[in-house]
C-alpha cells in the first residue's frame, strides 16, 4: 500500500496517478476479502506467553504470532527465520516457489 501511495504522491502526469490510484482501489478490494484475526483474550494470553518464552522477535511480530497461534491458524510470511522460532507456529512463505 505504501508503494501505491508513494506513486500518488510522485506522479507528474495525470495518467501515473490514476493508474497509481486504480492499483490502491484493487488493493483495498483484495484486502476487503481477507478476514482479519482480532488481537483478542485468547491472543493476548498467547502474547504473555511467548514474552516469558524470550524469543528474540519484534514486538508486533510476537502479537502477530500470538493472534496465528491462538487461532490455530498458518502465518504467512516472508520472513521464516524470525518466524521459525516460536514454537509450534505452522508459518509458509507463498512467495517462493514450492
Given at each position: 500500500m505504501r508503494g501505491w501511495l508513494a506513486m500518488v504522491r510522485r506522479s507528474k502526469k495525470a495518467q501515473q496517478e490514476i493508474l497509481a490510484y486504480?492499483?490502491?482501489h484493487e488493493l483495498f478490494g483484495f484486502f476487503a476479502e481477507i478476514?482479519?484475526?482480532?488481537?483478542?483474550?485468547?491472543a493476548g494470553e498467547r502474547l504473555t506467553q511467548l514474552r516469558r518464552s524470550r524469543i528474540r522477535l519484534g514486538s508486533m511480530d510476537l502479537k502477530i504470532a500470538a493472534i496465528a497461534l491462538s487461532r490455530q491458524a498458518t502465518?504467512?510470511?516472508r520472513n521464516l527465520g524470525d518466524f521459525r522460532q516460536v514454537p509450534a507456529?505452522?508459518?509458509?512463505?507463498?512467495t517462493q516457489p514450492s
Open positions: 486504480r492499483q490502491l478476514p482479519v484475526f482480532d488481537f483478542d483474550e485468547s502465518l504467512l510470511s507456529l505452522k508459518v509458509e512463505d507463498w
